[in-house]
């Protein structure tokens, strides 16, 4: 009975390995979204929630809500995070637990032909066996690199030989068995590194998913205030439009007056013409802007979306004062923030380790082995020399002694592989030495990037307030200039053409003002993009957008 201790020592230290194993492992139902489970697009979300009197109205923050939870781009880029949270859990594979089962039942019949078979000295005797064996065996790979392997046995063999004292015999064994390597794929490091290589490449999906929203709000953003500018454009065409009628209106009545030689009406009725035009082509663009926010909203993707009209509620003109920013604040910022810096980060902390575990498997592989085992024989015993039934037996009784640890083995084995060379380790670290020189040039260019991205987004902002400075005083004149023409024009002083002129150059500045309005909150969205702060405006958190 003392030698029964390594058996019970070898079961509790599975028994406390196993739930700590256990918690690290996910079921990839619960780690993927319902939509990729159920195989099918997903519709359009929340579209129906923003229709007016059967238009699609629209704020700014409603339509980058709206793109980041049906713009294609945006999904395509989250299933770069489900693919990798695959790749975690795949990496846990070479841990998980098998449990195997074998069930064998051999029957032969042989003609005798020798009395050492006890089956009688004719050759018409014939020796009949029967043999029925089951296995369970249980093995596992733990964080250490250890394995373990418990495997239980039951084999049953009955014959017509009358030479075996036991018949039926019942054996029983159980085996435990481990392997631990010691230098090659020996500790945790070794072992739980592609775990923690994969979680930094989750971690890099992730940063690129945050990329890829910030990417897609400047694009909203953009393709907004385009609309924006296209309807203005279309309202200072129509306005104009109605200057121009005013003026033909008023040259005609002059005419049937006689007060107007008949050549000069031809100058208000081609300007008339002209600014038809204008407006074809405003209507044009417009349809061309809308069509290009419906896309990235996700409002072409059905039908009845597709077909409803755009109200954009959003007014370019800046509210309060004007942005005021310092270049070198905004670029400290823009390093802190900037999901790709941490991306690459990820990606160099994962290039280490790949380093570190290609070094582990240039060792030489030496591992130690042991088992321990115990055994039990049952059955019916039989005297040989009368044939007389002594006992009688069976599983109960082998496996009696097999618990009993009467009848024990156990060993130990140390084993060596030492290779002269090994190509593919050496291949191996010397990738993972290039991946490492190749992610830290693409860090510092992402820097450099990020850099270059901050001084032209505050060039830009800067230059959109001297712009739209200067387009508020060119509107204000542009309309002083109308009213001084339109007056001395009804006093004879000037003629129809100054009118239509200062007219023409009224709907110019008005276009002007609108773009550089526009170009103002592009030129904010632009540097918030750039310093990684393009989320805070709209009060969205990046968690809320993964599925």
């Known amino acids: 009975m003392k030698v029964g201790r390594p058996g019970v020592l070898s079961l509790a230290f599975l028994t406390l390995l196993l739930p700590l194993h256990a918690q690290s492992l996910k079921n990839y139902r619960r780690a993927l979204p319902q939509d990729v489970l159920s195989g099918k697009l997903a519709d359009s979300h929340h579209l129906g929630d923003y229709v007016v009197n059967g238009k699609l109205t629209l704020g700014l923050r409603d339509a980058i809500l709206l793109a980041l939870e049906n713009n294609s781009n945006v999904r395509v880029e989250e299933t770069q995070i489900e693919n990798q949270r695959m790749s975690v859990l795949g990496a846990y594979a070479p841990f998980d637990a098998l449990l195997q089962g074998m069930l064998n039942v051999n029957r032969y019949s042989t003609p005798g032909y020798t009395a050492l078979q006890g089956v009688g000295q004719s050759s018409a005797s014939t020796l009949n066996s029967l043999s029925q064996i089951g296995q369970i065996s249980y093995s596992q790979t733990f964080s250490t690199g250890t394995n373990f392997q418990a495997t239980v046995s039951s084999n049953k063999n009955s014959t017509n030989s009358s030479f075996l004292f036991y018949n039926p015999f019942y054996s029983s064994d159980i085996e435990l068995q481990f392997t631990q390597p010691l230098l090659r794929g020996a500790g945790r490091f070794a072992n739980l590194a592609p775990i923690i290589i994969a979680r930094r490449e989750l971690s890099e999906s992730e940063e690129s998913f945050q990329a890829e929203v910030s990417n897609t709000i400047l694009q909203v953003v953009q393709q907004y205030w385009g609309a924006v500018q296209a309807q203005g454009n279309l309202d200072v065409s129509r306005q ?308």
């Open 240 to 547: 104009s439009m109605k200057l121009a009628q005013s003026s033909y209106d008023r040259d005609k009545k002059a005419l049937s007056l006689g007060a107007l030689p008949p050549l000069d009406i031809y100058r208000s009725e081609s300007e008339l013409a002209a600014r038809r035009v204008d407006i074809i082509q405003a209507q044009s663009n417009l349809v061309q802007a809308d069509d290009a926010l419906r896309l990235i909203i996700g409002a072409d993707q059905d039908a009845q979306w597709r077909s409803l009209p755009l109200v954009l509620t959003e007014n370019p003109v800046p509210q309060g004062e004007l942005e005021s920013v310092n270049a070198d604040a905004e670029l400290a910022e823009a390093l802190a923030r900037r999901p790709e810096i941490a991306m690459y980060e990820d990606a160099l902390e994962a290039d280490h380790l790949s380093i570190r575990l290609a070094h582990n498997q240039l060792r030489p592989n030496l591992s130690l082995q042991g088992f321990y085992q115990t055994s039990g024989l049952g059955g019916n015993q039989y005297n040989l020399t009368t044939g007389q039934l002594i006992s009688t037996g069976g599983f109960n009784s082998s496996f009696g002694q097999v618990f009993g640890f009467d009848f024990p083995g156990y060993g130990a084995t140390l084993n060596l592989q030492f290779p002269f060379r090994n190509h593919q380790a050496e291949a191996a670290l010397g990738n993972a030495l290039v991946a490492q020189s190749h992610d830290r040039y693409s860090s510092r260019q992402i820097r450099e990037q990020i850099t270059r991205d901050v001084a032209d987004a505050v060039v830009q902002l800067n230059q959109a307030k001297l712009a739209l400075e200067a387009a508020k005083s060119s509107y204000g004149l542009a309309q002083k200039s109308l009213q001084a023409d339109q007056q001395k024009y009804e006093l004879g002083a000037e003629t129809i053409f100054f009118v239509l002129d200062s007219q023409s150059r009224l709907a110019q500045a008005e276009s002007v003002l609108l773009q550089t309005e526009v170009s103002y909150q592009v030129a904010l969205a632009s540097l918030n993009w750039a310093t990684g702060d393009n989320l805070s405006p709209w009060s969205i958190q990046i968690r809320d957008l993964s599925r």
